[in-house]
């Protein structure tokens, strides 16, 4: 079980105890901290092992998810403008300003201004 002790008391187990260890406590229903104590392991300690990819079972693998490609309806093709001019859209905050064709632009000042204050 433990292989060897350092000077500064550390001990240095065997991989063959900690992976018989980690998979003493991967069985359901045992409890990690009792079974480290059991046999002299700091519980910490045996966690750690137990997070290790080569002692006991391998780290899942990744999960894929189901994907289905739709394609989305095309958008309706912009109306034409006889003259080149199209009706505009404004936001701000919360409202919508549609400027129409042709709007008188001292109006749209003061309906801009009267919306930002």
């Known amino acids: 079980m433990v292989e060897r002790t350092m000077r500064n008391g550390k001990r240095i187990y065997t991989s063959v105890f900690k992976a018989?260890?980690?998979?003493?406590?991967?069985?359901?229903?045992?409890?990690?901290?009792?079974?480290?104590?059991?046999?002299?392991?700091?519980?910490?300690?045996?966690?750690?092992?137990?997070r290790l990819e080569h002692w006991g079972a391998p780290a899942p693998g990744p999960v894929l998810l189901p994907v289905t490609v739709t394609h989305p309806a095309p958008a309706p093709a912009p109306t034409p403008v006889a003259d080149g001019s199209a009706p505009i859209e404004i936001v701000l905050g919360e409202a919508t300003v549609r400027v129409p064709v042709g709007v008188d632009l001292q109006h749209l000042r003061l309906v801009l201004h009267a919306l930002r204050a």
């Open 20 to 50: 018989w260890l980690v998979k003493q406590a991967r069985v359901p229903g045992v409890s990690v901290s009792g079974l480290a104590v059991r046999h002299g392991v700091n519980a910490n300690l045996l966690r750690h092992w137990m």
